[in-house]
């Protein structure tokens, strides 16, 4: 008797399924959480940005095929400061990378899934969207779009000039 992968048994909008593109870590300062995760861990630092739209100023830090993102607000009235305040540093957010993001969050919501996000935006890397916690077990899932994808353009993002700009 043979199973069908896992891969197959998704629906086609979510067949492009990937790799975790990253965990998210929100810390009050990323100097000192660099200290730990690049200097005793001795990850490579990919990138240290600001992202004023969200009021955070982030670090990706690369892992095998995956990264580590640490996530510091800016701004004490935002959501992610809303949380290093109640829950302290620690784990935010996991990124599983898809290939057609618009597809994916339509599906899901066709589904029952709550979104965040209905429709791509803008991230650090490539279009994203969030998945609320509620649908997901108590975790915040961010979906993004492989480099490439059909959100890019309508979002006017080149992979090119984004991996140029840092």
Known sequence: MSTASSVE???DSL??????????????????ALGFWRDLLGLELET???????????????????????VEPTDTTTGVARFLESKGEGFHHVCLEVADLRAALMRLEADGVELIDRIPRRGAEGPVGFLHPRSCHGVLVELIEAPGGPAWPALGLDHDHLEATR
């Open 48 to 70: 240290v940005m600001d992202i004023p739209g969200d009021r955070v100023r982030i670090a990706f830090l690369a892992v095998g095929e995956s990264k580590i993102e640490l």
């Open 9 to 11: 048994r998704l629906p």
């Open 15 to 32: 067949r492009g399924l990937g790799r975790v593109h990253h965990v998210a870590i929100v810390v009050r300062s990323i100097e000192p």
